[in-house]
């Protein structure tokens, strides 16, 4: 089946640690997305990528890092400059032929800082 | 991108139809309407977006005034499942690389 995967769906880090999350996707899409969500809110935009080994800041860029070294790839890593870590993280991505603009979500990962 | 107003919640028992109104009246001519629904804990799901003509596929329905200042997302047969938040987003496309900017969306319950 084709989709996106998130993992861990939980996940528990301890304050000054840096975390890595997961995103993949078989999709064959060109632009993948980091979004951040908190209790009651929408989501803001992390970081995002249009192509391999390119990418951008968003609306909340600080205290994260991304990399995309594969097009089915795009990890996030939560360093421990990030003061509030603690939220929902969603990965989404797009770039089908017939529609570049509609993004498509993984599950989401949960991370609380300890 | 444009804003949207949407009704906080709503309600609708399971079988009738559920028809989730937007208003969207600062609109432009390039800007395209798109809905999606979040099932609590879990990603946005999208689910219909349009321009300016009606548009349907197998989960719903989208309604555009003639004048675009405002929708109507339209579950014709509601269930349990479809409880969730319902955000509509005005975008223009870009050929991907932006954000989505969602609001508080409406918080659609499906009862028996």
């Known amino acids: 089946d084709g989709g996106i995967t998130q993992s861990p769906k939980y996940l528990f880090r301890k304050e000054g640690q840096n975390v890595t999350l997961s995103c993949e996707q078989n999709l064959n899409h060109d632009a993948m997305y980091w979004y951040r969500q908190d209790p009651g809110q929408g989501l803001r935009l992390i970081y995002y990528?249009?192509?391999?080994?390119?990418?951008q800041k968003g609306d909340i860029a600080e205290g994260y890092s991304v990399s995309r070294e594969k097009k089915e790839s795009f990890p996030l890593t939560v360093t421990s400059a990030q003061k509030n870590p603690t939220a929902f993280y969603l990965c989404a991505s797009s770039g089908d032929r017939d529609s570049k603009d509609t993004q498509y979500f993984g599950p989401g990962t949960r991370l609380t800082v300890l | 991108d444009a804003k949207t107003t949407q009704p906080p919640s709503m309600d609708c028992a399971e079988g009738r139809a559920a028809n989730l109104p937007c208003n969207h009246s600062?609109?432009?001519?390039?800007?395209?309407v798109y809905w999606y629904r979040q099932i609590h804990s879990q990603g946005p799901q999208y689910i219909i977006h349009?321009?300016?003509n009606n548009e349907t596929n197998e989960m719903a329905s989208l309604i555009i005034t003639e004048d675009r200042k405002s929708s109507t997302l339209i579950l014709p047969h509601a269930t349990l499942r479809d409880t969730a938040v319902y955000y509509c987003?005005?975008?223009?496309?870009?050929?991907?690389?932006?954000?989505?900017?969602f609001g508080t969306g409406t918080q659609l319950k499906v009862e028996l």
């Open positions: 600062t609109i432009s001519g390039n800007e395209y």
């Open positions: 349009g321009l300016k």
């Open positions: 990528s249009q192509i391999v080994n390119d990418f």
């Open positions: 987003i005005v975008r223009a496309l870009t050929g991907g690389g932006n954000k989505l900017t």
